[in-house]
């Protein structure tokens, strides 16, 4: 299904590449970018014209005609089947339209999906739009973040009656609900948004992720800050005409009623403190006609009188004990604290602290782009610990050039080894939940947010691991997980992005034989590792899959299906230093653990795989190291182990030469050959017909 993207624009140059860029930078890949320039007499059509993509189509108004009649241009010069506006200073996360146009695609019966909104304000970050929301998030029911819904017309109808929970910049509509529900009034500048999703709602169902897809920057030249007072003229307007259809519908009369107090509360506020007085008590009156509501008397009454008295009376209602309501409460904590509203709103959904444990040795060329990745992170509540074991180059000088209070530089004053430093890092902890950030690794900006969100809604849970992007040399390996046999095989088919939640069993089948997590994209809970212990400091590498099968057998694993960490194959990778030593003290783990399963047929044909892999890779580096009697000797091993013929079979090629061994390869290549070209000749000749 190919999408139109229309990024509707006034004077925004300084913004819109940011906007984008993040529209092509997504995952899905079939849209198009309409961007329609309502008259800006900056340089908009250079910045555009600068990213040099074919995807993006640049239309002009040549005289400013206001947000809805360019929302309009662009709709009627979209080519695609799902319609999604992106403002020009706001944000789409790279998988936005994979997941909305996945959820279209599973339910055919729904016309428009959105999803919940992260917010930027100019005093910090409010995660959650929905979270603001009264009526929309008991729609929810209690389900678990991230969860999908479907809202039936009458469900969506009376919750945008009383609020809007949907932003355009975060919805996807099928172009079959603009025609049958028209385009937006362009009567009026701002504000029409809430008038066509009402519209919508009447004649198709919504669905719903309840995952932030979207960013939306609340900034001072915002559209509906300039229009703030037609803005709310026209959704009063449109209230009182939906209110006349309702007649007996005491739902919707009740929900409509809400919708009109907020606005007279809003509007009345904007005209007294705008000096219009009269125009406030007229607002605040006609919303008591309107509603029957006692507070908007009040309210009138309050704004007849002069200012100095009014003041009066508040200080002497607010100095009268009583029993506050909650939000009241929270907002006079946030007061007393001097913080912001999305400042507590953020601490309070973000009430876990994180501790990012990062172990280097002599890595100071490279520290510095893992630490940024991790300051970076849209979640907020965590600290990094760098451990320093023993490097003689300039890493403290690095570390501390950062100038970030959320760091912690703990040094050894000798190399003690990876397991080591790893576990200097967890005793030195104040966090939760404990994660690892490997020096010459990345995060992607919402790894943190993602993982914590799934250990919030999965209590159950006690780790979380994500796929892994792989940069190896000049090239980049999009997904371990596509390189693994046994574990692919848990995700049932489901679609890329999807979240699983393993017990216990499954995962120590699956480590018994792989490992498809990798410590730089796990998070654990801290209380895991007072139960199954630390790394295990005998060996310098190789013991984070010994740690994790320990896990397997006390905690649930949840896993999130996309790249959230990078990892770098790098040459001075610890694993690559110790790689005969990692093998060999993984066998001796895989050794000691089979001992252990005795009739468990499962577990025994898992270990045995991961045996033969480690005796094949360990007796290649002896065979090609000179040391030919070791590598004979670690087959052989394999065999004895495991039964498997192949063993023996590499046991006797290591012991022939060289030169016969080369040859013995060549033969069996051209052996292959010729066999491949009979194949061929034999499918052709039956192609013709009989021979």
């Given amino acids: 299904m190919k999408v139109s993207i229309l990024t509707p624009t006034y004077n925004r140059a300084y913004v819109i590449r940011e906007a984008l860029e993040s529209a092509l930078e997504q995952t899905y890949a079939d849209f198009e970018i309409v961007v329609v320039d309502d008259g800006s007499t900056d340089n908009t059509r250079e910045v555009v014209e600068g990213l040099q993509s074919e995807k993006i189509r640049y239309i002009r108004h040549e005289q400013n005609r206001g947000y809805s009649a360019a929302c309009n241009t662009a709709i009627s010069q979209a080519k695609g089947e799902i319609l999604g506006f992106l403002d020009s200073d706001d944000r789409w996360k790279p998988d936005n339209l994979e997941r909305q146009v996945g959820f279209l695609a599973r339910h055919p019966e729904v016309d428009a999906v959105f999803s919940d909104v992260e917010i930027i304000t100019s005093s910090g970050l409010i995660p959650s739009l929905t979270a603001l929301m009264n009526s929309f998030p008991k729609l929810l029911q209690g389900k678990p973040k991230g969860s999908e819904h479907v809202f039936s017309q009458r469900q969506m109808y009376l919750c945008l009656l009383e609020e809007v929970p949907i932003k355009p910049t975060a919805v996807l509509v099928r172009r079959k609900l603009y025609d049958k529900a028209g385009l937006f009034n362009e009567k009026w500048p701002s504000g029409t948004d809430w008038d066509l999703f009402l519209r919508f709602s009447k004649l198709a169902s919504f669905g719903y992720i309840d995952l932030p897809l979207s960013i939306q920057k609340w900034s001072a030249d915002a559209t509906h800050r300039k229009y703030l007072e037609q803005d709310k003229i026209f959704l009063l307007e449109v209230c009182r005409q939906e209110k006349k259809k309702l007649k007996n519908d005491r739902e919707g009369l009740k929900a409509v009623n809400r919708q009109i107090l907020g606005h007279c509360s809003n509007l009345g506020y904007l005209y007294l403190y705008s000096g219009r007085r009269r ?79 990062v172990a280097t040795y002599n890595r100071a060329y490279i520290l510095r782009q893992a630490l940024e990745s991790a300051l970076q992170q849209t979640y907020a509540d965590f600290e990094i610990v760098v451990v320093d074991d023993g490097s003689t180059d300039n890493t403290r000088e690095m570390v501390e050039g950062l100038k970030s209070e959320k760091i912690r530089h703990v040094r050894h004053e000798q190399n003690r080894g990876c397991s080591a430093a790893y576990n200097t890092g967890i005793l030195a902890a104040t966090g939760e939940i404990i994660a690892f950030l490997d020096s010459d690794d990345r995060w992607k900006p919402d790894n943190l947010e993602r993982q914590m969100g799934f250990l919030a809604r999965h209590p159950e849970v006690d780790a979380v691991f994500s796929d892994v992007e ?43 034989e792989e490992v498809p997590v990798k410590p730089t994209a796990v998070l654990v809970r801290r209380e895991l590792y007072d139960k199954a212990g630390l790394f ?75 045996i033969l892999g480690h005796c094949s890779n360990l007796g290649y580096l002896y065979l090609y190291s000179g040391r030919r009697r070791k590598s004979v000797s670690i087959y052989l091993r394999g065999f004895r182990e495991t039964g498997d013929l192949g063993m023996l079979m590499r046991a006797g090629m290591a012991l022939l030469p ?32 009989p021979v």
């Fill in 536 to 610: 295990n400091e005998a060996w310098p590498s190789g013991t984070d899959w010994d740690l994790f099968l320990r896990f397997s057998k006390l905690a649930s694993f949840g896993y999130i299906d996309l790249p959230l960490s990078i990892q770098k194959w790098s040459v001075d990778a610890t694993h690559r230093k110790y790689l005969e030593q990692d093998k060999v003290f993984l066998l001796e783990v895989c050794r000691e653990e089979k001992k252990k399963l005795k009739n468990d047929r499962e577990g025994l044909k898992a270990v045995n795989r991961q």
């Fill in 470 to 512: 792989i940069i190896a040399g000049s090239r980049v390996i999009p997904s371990l997980i596509g390189l693994m046999n046994s574990f692919p095989k848990l995700l049932q088919g489901k679609p890329r992005g999807s979240e699983h939640v393993f017990n216990q069993r499954q995962m120590y089948l699956c480590l018994l």
């Fill in 279 to 357: 125009k406030s008590v007229s607002v605040y009156l006609r919303g008591f006609r309107e509603t029957g509501n006692l507070g908007m008397l009040m309210r009138a009454g309050m704004a007849l009188l002069p200012v100095s008295f009014r003041d009066l009376l508040k200080r002497s209602v607010k100095s009268r004990p009583r029993q506050a309501e909650p939000s009241t409460v929270l907002l006079n904590q946030s007061a007393a604290n001097g913080e912001s509203l999305s400042q507590r709103t953020r601490s309070h959904v973000h009430a876990v602290k994180v501790t990012v444990i």
């Fill in 658 to 689: 060289v030169s016969f061994r080369d040859f013995l390869k060549r033969l069996i290549k051209s052996r292959s050959r010729v066999a491949e070209i009979t194949t061929v000749s034999l499918s052709q000749s039956a192609d013709k017909g």
